[in-house]
């Protein structure tokens, strides 16, 4: 009998080690990145993997390398190796009912970021959501920024702000908001403005420096301002101001968003306008804080918003 009792108690207790060691498997988090050769994303991807890591999430991080295809095989692959949760900053905004679809049958909620899904496509599963931040609200504080400067952005005196326009993706909201509500903010206060010159940049520095310079040759001192819907753009841009004899500050203004450590120093030399801080720490560590809930079985709000601060 006490053989009997001592095997039985041996039972248990290995039983309870198993239910321990279920119960404190690390939470296993799938990271979809759009591409990693992305200033501002290269921050938040680092900080939000260190971060997860520090929770004790087990984490995996692929790059998309800009190609929807490749990210749809790459959720693919998470789905099949059984992840608790994804973190999905899509390559296409477009493709995220696809994605979806894909998780929903499989039952892993997932984490948008950085470029928000439809508000249609938001509504598709209630274990979807977005954390990022109101692009419209970084378009209107650079137009704020152009507004802050002591002649509003008009160099030349003659009441119209001609500009350039770089953005990113047009196909992506944030760069439909920064376009569209950074100039809001111009023609909301009173001032004309002219837009000589729009092209996709696709958030890469090479092609802010390549639009600025194709802008600049072609309508010259009659630009005043340069607006650039990401700061490695802009950093680009700048590159081309200068190679044109230009000098931001005195002859033309240049703004970018994203508040990268190098473009904030050249704020505060004077080298540069302004730029909009898009938060990666705050947005990641929502993002992971939110992941680590639905993967516990939440069912998170449709949408969590970080604040932008203008850089000045």
């Known amino acids: 009998m006490k053989k009997l009792l001592a095997l039985v108690l041996v039972a248990i207790m290995a039983l309870g080690m198993v239910q321990l060691a279920v119960?404190?498997?690390?939470?296993?988090?799938?990271?979809?990145i759009y591409k990693y050769d992305d200033n501002f994303m290269t921050l938040y991807r680092t900080e939000l993997e260190r971060y997860l890591k520090e929770k004790g999430c087990e984490v995996t991080v692929v790059d998309g390398k800009g190609?929807?295809?490749?990210?749809?095989?790459?959720?693919?692959?998470?789905?099949?190796?059984g992840v608790d949760v994804l973190i999905v900053n899509l390559v296409q905004s477009t493709s995220a009912n696809a994605i979806t679809d894909l998780a929903k049958a499989a039952n892993i909620p997932v984490v948008y970021i950085n470029r928000e899904p439809s508000a249609e496509d938001m509504q598709a599963w209630e274990k979807i959501c977005y954390v990022g931040a109101d692009a419209r609200?970084?378009?209107?504080?650079?137009?704020?920024?152009?507004?802050?400067t002591p002649n509003k952005g008009d160099f030349k005196g003659?009441?119209?702000?001609?500009?350039?326009?770089?953005?990113?993706?047009?196909?992506?909201?944030?760069?439909?908001?920064?376009?569209e509500y950074s100039i809001k903010a111009l023609t909301d206060a009173g001032i004309?403005?002219?837009?000589?010159?729009?092209?996709?940049?696709?958030?890469?520095?090479?092609?802010?420096?390549?639009?600025?310079?194709?802008?600049?040759?072609?309508?010259?001192?009659?630009?005043?301002v340069i607006f650039c819907n990401n700061d490695g753009m802009a950093l680009g841009a700048l590159q081309s101001i200068k190679a044109a004899g230009r000098t931001v500050g005195k002859d033309i203004y240049l703004v970018?968003?994203?508040?990268?450590?190098?473009?904030?120093?050249l704020v505060h030399a004077g080298e540069m306008t302004g730029t909009v801080l898009n938060d990666h720490i705050g947005q990641s560590h929502k993002a992971a804080d939110v992941a680590i809930e639905v993967a516990g079985g939440a069912i998170p709000e449709k949408n969590y918003t970080v604040d932008y601060v203008m850089v000045k």
């Open 23 to 32: 119960a404190e498997a690390p939470i296993k988090v799938g990271v979809c």
């Open 67 to 81: 190609d929807q295809n490749e990210q749809t095989n790459q959720v693919n692959a998470f789905i099949a190796e």
């Open 137 to 148: 609200q970084s378009g209107t504080m650079q137009g704020n920024l152009i507004l802050d």
């Open 158 to 179: 003659d009441g119209v702000v001609d500009y350039v326009m770089i953005m990113g993706d047009p196909e992506n909201i944030d760069a439909q908001y920064r376009t």
């Open 192 to 224: 004309k403005v002219n837009k000589l010159f729009e092209q996709r940049g696709d958030w890469a520095q090479e092609k802010g420096q390549e639009l600025a310079a194709t802008a600049l040759a072609q309508f010259g001192d009659q630009i005043d």
């Open 256 to 265: 970018g968003v994203d508040a990268l450590d190098e473009v904030v120093e």
